[in-house]
């Protein structure tokens, strides 16, 4: 680059903080409190299908209503889990559920 010219270097502009669109939009809690049936299964790895059924059926994790909304506390989610830790298949309380389908 000539010195003197209006056009920036490469280093100058590398070190310029870059702006992007999602930095406009203020973003949620990054460990909310309340997760949607979406985010629960996510954490799970369950399909949000089958925390529905779990629901209706019983056998799932604690779930809150806010009007027609569910949601699922994220310390339920860990306690429901945690509950269901085994170290093998025949550890007390381990028991095979025939399939509700």
């Known amino acids: 680059m000539a010195v003197g010219s209006s056009f920036p270097s490469r280093a100058t502009a ?3 903080p870059q702006r992007s669109v999602a930095s406009a ?3 949620g809690p990054a460990n909310p409190e309340f997760l949607t049936t979406d985010e ?5 790895r ?3 299908r089958t925390l529905e059924k779990q ?3 019983g056998g ?3 779930f809150r209503k806010f009007g027609a909304r569910v949601v699922y506390a ?3 989610l860990r306690a429901w889990a945690d509950s269901r830790a085994y170290g093998m298949t025949s550890d007390p309380g381990y028991e095979q559920r ?3 389908r």
């Open 55 to 57: 629901r209706v059926l």
């Open 25 to 27: 939009v203020p973003a």
């Open 98 to 100: 025939d399939s509700v």
């Open 14 to 16: 590398a070190a310029a």
């Open 40 to 44: 629960a299964g996510a954490f799970l």
């Open 74 to 76: 994220a310390a339920d």
């Open 60 to 62: 799932g994790p604690r």
């Open 46 to 48: 369950l399909s949000p």
